[in-house]
């Protein structure tokens, strides 16, 4: 079992910067892939980012590139989400995810590939 505990969201004006944290359990983090996902009031969840175990890649929804950086400290057995230039439409709870199986049939993007889910932290953006 693992276990993912978000943390850093909170209200911020548009235009401003959060950092998102997510500790994991255990000692197996790094031979995860992690994911952060998002779900706004009346949407579905979707994807933001995600990373592979060995750091080697980053995967970005659009909406997210150029704004966001994915990041993790394996020693500190945490990924990051760097957000910048937030805007509104940001506004959503997110939740970090992992791929504790060594999943090689859903792509990154795809909540189905991802095994265990933290309980979610808020973003707001103003405007």
């Known amino acids: 079992q693992v276990q993912l505990v978000e943390s850093g969201g909170g209200l911020v004006q548009a235009g401003g910067s959060l950092t998102l944290s997510c500790a994991a359990s255990g000692s197996r983090f790094s031979s995860y892939r992690m994911g952060w996902f998002r779900q706004a009031p009346v949407k579905e969840r979707e994807f933001v980012a995600a990373?592979?175990?060995?750091?080697?890649?980053?995967v970005y929804t659009d909406s997210a590139r150029g704004r966001f950086t994915i990041s993790r400290d394996n020693a500190k057995n945490t990924v990051y989400l760097q957000m910048n230039s937030l805007k509104p439409e940001d506004t959503a709870v997110y939740y970090c995810?992992?791929?504790?199986?060594?999943?090689?049939?859903?792509?990154?993007?795809?909540?189905?590939?991802?095994?265990?889910w933290g309980q979610g932290t808020q973003v707001t953006v103003s405007s």
């Open positions: 995810a992992a791929d504790a199986v060594g999943n090689t049939y859903y792509v990154a993007g795809d909540a189905r590939g991802y095994d265990y």
């Open positions: 990373i592979s175990k060995s750091v080697a890649s980053t």
